[in-house]
């Protein structure tokens, strides 16, 4: 298990065993995302959102702004 100790301001050193694990270096992004309260993951946000191209298929079709903002609308009523 690795740990590592907060500073007073507020940073941390990833320990390098971890840092290696996610693959990360200097100037990498990390982001925290929240699983549950109070329990984080830590998640190596180093690649481009352009290298998702072409791994989902084609599109079925063409969707217009003013049906995605019906879908968004619809969605937002049910969330209430």
């Known amino acids: 298990m ?3 100790t907060l500073t007073t301001k507020g940073q941390i050193t990833i320990p390098v065993d ?3 694990a ?3 270096e200097a100037g ?3 982001e925290f995302v929240e ?3 109070g329990r984080f993951e830590v ?3 180093t690649r481009s959102v352009r290298e998702l191209k072409g791994r989902f298929g084609k599109p079925k079709g063409t969707v ?3 049906e995605m903002n019906a879908a968004i609308a619809a969605q937002a009523t049910r969330s209430r």
């Open 22 to 24: 996610l693959n990360v």
């Open 35 to 37: 699983i549950e309260p």
């Open 18 to 20: 971890v840092r290696r």
């Open 64 to 66: 217009s702004i003013e």
């Open 28 to 30: 990498d992004r990390v």
């Open 2 to 4: 690795s740990t590592a």
């Open 43 to 45: 998640i190596a946000a």
